[in-house]
Nanobody, 121 residues
């Protein structure tokens, strides 16, 4: 069974930092693009950042210069370093993996269950 498990969320004051991790498990052969999304209360789920297998990154304008996405392909893990956090960054953060392949299956996309980030003012 393939799954993504996020960790690292929590409560932080404005201006602080958090580092999120998302580890994929389940006899994985390869993973394509990995990404972080977030969903604030009453709002849609939006892309925060993505990273290709080769390391090419993409960021939402709202987080450029503050957040950094990275990945460790050997560990099937993606990270999100979040600095200079703002109250408007408060949301549930979800990890997504595209084109995940195991020894016997291919998954077009797999989502984690999310981790809550709360930024107090």
């Amino acid at each position: 069974q393939v799954q993504l498990v996020e960790s690292g969320g929590g409560l932080v004051q404005a201006g602080g930092s958090l580092r999120l991790s998302c580890a994929a498990s389940g006899s994985i052969f390869s993973i394509g693009v990995m990404a972080w999304y977030r969903q604030a209360p009453g709002k849609e789920r939006d892309l925060v950042a993505s990273i290709t297998t080769a390391g090419t990154t993409n960021y939402a304008d709202s987080v450029k210069g503050r957040f950094t996405i990275s990945r460790d392909n050997a560990k099937n893990t993606v990270y999100l370093q979040m600095n200079t956090l703002k109250p408007e960054d408060t949301a549930i953060y979800y990890c997504k993996a595209n084109d995940l392949r195991t020894s016997w299956s291919r998954y077009l996309e797999v989502w984690g269950r999310g981790t809550l980030v709360t930024v107090s003012s």
